[in-house]
């Protein structure tokens, strides 16, 4: 079964959101049909033995004769807690997945500490080889403008442009203005790769270099090593989406 169009994310999204959430509407039922028919090209290996990263916020304290030492936290703190879990981009609150990267640095960028944070990042190893969905990997990359002006016509080209909608989907970072519907799409797309006996997804971060991995199974990873790391800096950079008029001051 074939995508209709580029827009057909845009319609499940919307449908998911705003119309209905747990009884599929018919567009989101046609488009997750389709979305299955891709899932053999875009699934990857992961294989036993590999090594991923996390950062949590924060650090632990012992007390070793008398002086104070901090180290990194423990697995226990390193994974999430199902009583403890909130919402996020892949898990619904209380169905906690593990979050996590390919690049050290991306892994704290994704937490967007302040200057002078202390941050536990840990090592995991897989444990097992894991069938992962590839979000990222698209012969093309689009741009919504180019997506209203020139969409693509050809299968293939439909089909990339959705793979890189549902990546930045995935990969836009959370901001303060997000609400709870805005994870809704890309966490029922988890449980749909969930369902079709997929074990994680990867994406690019917003934030960083690195990939983003989600494993559905806690028990796949883990933790080896854990240690703390300051931040010593934060960067932002910027370029100009569209042009635009400023007016010069006098």
Not at 1 to 10: A, C, P, V
Not at 238 to 248: D, G
């Amino acid at each position: 079964m074939d995508f209709k169009n580029h827009n057909d994310y845009d319609i499940f999204q919307r449908d998911i959101r705003y119309k209905q959430r747990y009884v599929h509407t018919g567009p989101v039922v046609e488009f997750l049909k389709a979305l299955k028919t891709t899932l053999p090209e875009r699934t990857r290996s992961l294989s036993k033995g590999n090594l991923l990263c996390r950062a949590q916020i924060g650090f632990a304290e012992e007390n070793l004769d008398g002086e104070s030492i901090i180290r990194g936290f423990s697995e226990q703190r390193m994974k999430p807690n199902r009583d403890y879990c909130g919402e996020g981009r892949a898990n619904p609150r209380g169905i906690p997945y593990l979050y996590l990267s390919n690049d050290l640095d991306t892994c704290m960028a994704e937490l967007r500490p302040q200057r002078a944070e202390m941050l536990s990042v840990a090592q995991f190893e897989i444990q097992r080889n894991l069938k992962i969905v590839d979000c990222f990997s698209t012969k093309q990359e689009f741009w919504n403008v180019e997506l209203i002006f020139n969409p693509p016509t050809t299968q293939e080209g439909i089909r990339n442009a959705i793979w890189w909608q549902i990546n930045q989907a995935f990969s836009r970072p959370v901001s303060r203005g997000d609400t709870s519907s805005s994870y809704i799409p890309t966490q029922v797309l988890v449980e749909f790769f969930l369902d079709n006996g997929l074990d994680g997804v990867c994406f690019k971060s917003g934030l960083g270099k690195g990939l983003n991995f989600v494993l559905f199974d806690l028990a796949a990873a883990d933790l080896i090593n854990c240690g703390v790391y300051s931040v010593d800096s934060v960067n932002y950079e910027f370029s100009e989406c569209a042009n635009r008029y400023f007016r010069k001051s006098n």
